[in-house]
């Protein structure tokens, strides 16, 4: 195994990017670097590191942003175009699979590497680049086995690379557009693009798309100061600013101690009466001891206020009606999310009235019937519980399920189930890992 994780997914070295801080390409440049776990320099466009650099390599009018790999440089730098001159995939390599992963999370890529250990081939489907919001957590302390904490980008690159090295498949910035039945009654995905993928088990773990701050101003700023998420990216480039932070769960918590740390003055704007019925105690133990934290307690942002097509203020609603207008070079939001199942009531699968799908007794309760193919029926922890440390249990047993039904298929030919799953007509406490 471990001659083969040397070279599935390696980090790259030395990677430099040559950008503008407070240009939206450029962040989704520098969050898709921090996120996938791969280190690299950022140096502002005018700087003279940036010149040096770019004379170098023999740049003079430079279209950015530039990202310096080595001894290659990509001007005009896009995701796509890195991932293709890096290797990743971006279609499937095969027409059909045992199983079929939807979403790159934590819970998605646990399954895909489940299933992939446990013989079964693999390919995990994925919209964005795998990690989901647990990419842009800079530290998670309560995972078994990592004392000192591990950042959620390192965690989810580590299973992205266990996942190939057991032979699963990760396919990235392609979304699943469609999904029906071919005639063998296998599940058939349309992936963006118009492949088709086929499977005799799918495992649908779409995770969650941002909660939207509605504030006026909001998406014209987006990526000019004001960001979803807090990727650890940026807080090396809020050193001596003015940051604000909106949400008041773990994430936001690990995002205004991560950007304090890196030399922010940071303000938490939390709408309870309490910042710890919603975060960790070790947790708001660290904010109130920080001295560049100020927590406020019933307090919402607002207003945003631009100069220069950038984020310069916001004006925040404190107790009574009060408001006042703050200085904010930065604004964070880390509010929590949707659930991404907008297609669940056209496929059969049934949500509570959140959105989110309905799985073990609440299902049950709900009146719905599990589907073929479909692992909506297993025993998966509720919502309320569903954190990082969760998702492993959630996985194993969505596997388990997916092994249940491939037997059942592989016992009755009509099914057409594939030759690998013909191989695994094992029991699932059998597969268990």
Known sequence: MRCILEVVSPQRPTVQVVGRRLDPGDHQLRDYLSRADQPF??????????RVLLARHGIVEPRLPVVVDGERVFEAATLGALLEAWGFSQVPRHAGYDIAVVG??????????YAASAGFS???????????????TSLIENYLGFPEGIAGSRLLRLAGRQTEGFGGEIVMLREVTACDRDGDGRVRLTVEGGVE?????????????????DVEGVDVLLG?????????????LCAGEDVFVVGAG???????????????????????????????????????KHPLIDVRLRTQVRELHAGDGHLRAVTVEVVAGTQERKRADRLFLCIGGEPRTGWAEAGGVRTDRAGYILTGPDLLEGGGVRS????????????????????????VTARSSASRELSVKARWPHSSPSTASRRSLRRPEDNAV
Do not use: K
Request: net charge neutral; charged share 20%.
């Open 41 to 50: 320099e950022f140096h502002e466009h005018d700087s003279p590191a940036a």
């Open 104 to 113: 790159g999370g934590p819970a998605g890529l646990a399954a895909a590497m």
């Open 122 to 136: 693999t390919v995990l489907v994925e919209r964005d680049v795998p990690g989901g919001q647990a990419a842009h």
């Open 197 to 213: 993928v086929t499977g005799a088990v799918v495992i649908v773990a779409p995770g969650i798309d941002w909660r939207r701050l």
């Open 224 to 236: 000019r100061g004001v960001y979803y998420g807090a990727g650890r990216g940026e807080a090396a």
């Open 250 to 288: 773990n994430s936001a918590a690990q995002a205004v101690l991560n950007l304090a740390d890196a030399g922010a003055r940071v303000t938490m704007c939390v709408r309870g009466e309490a910042l710890g019925r919603t975060t960790t105690d070790y947790l708001v133990a660290r904010i109130e």
């Open 372 to 395: 073929p193919g479909r692992s909506t029926g297993t025993h998966l922890p509720s919502r309320r519980v569903c954190q990082v440390c969760s998702r492993p249990e959630t996985s």
